[in-house]
């Protein structure tokens, strides 16, 4: 059974840069296209960024176009969000999402 773990949120300072990680224990992420999602307070869950299971294919909300990057490695049963340029809007709970499986969420807040 895909279960995901998310990690690397934590509190920055506006123009600051995290990398979160979502990794998997039970089964391969490999077979799986990853997405990223975020909830603000009061928000709905939206889609940040998401990769094909090959990693050749990669697609961002545009608010967060060239600012931030998805990657993964297979190897590692690993993808990556590496966040530059971090604004307080992209304050939020980061959840990574595989197949039907979730993770519990990482949290970021972007403050000076």
């Known amino acids: 059974q895909l279960q995901l773990v998310e990690s690397g949120g934590g509190l920055v300072q506006p123009g600051g840069s995290l990398r979160l990680s979502c990794a998997t224990s039970?089964?391969?992420?490999?077979?799986?296209?990853t997405g990223w999602f975020r909830q603000a307070p009061g928000k709905e869950r939206e889609a940040v960024a998401c990769?094909?299971?090959?990693?050749?294919?990669?697609n961002y909300a545009d608010s967060v176009k060239g600012r931030f990057t998805i990657s993964r490695d297979n190897a590692k049963n690993t993808v990556y969000l590496q966040m530059n340029s971090l604004k307080p809007e992209d304050t939020a709970v980061y959840y990574c999402?595989?197949?039907?499986?979730w993770g519990q969420g990482t949290q970021v807040t972007v403050s000076s």
């Open positions: 999402n595989a197949g039907r499986t």
């Open positions: 990769i094909s299971s090959s990693g050749r294919s990669t």
């Open positions: 039970g089964s391969t992420l490999e077979d799986y296209a």
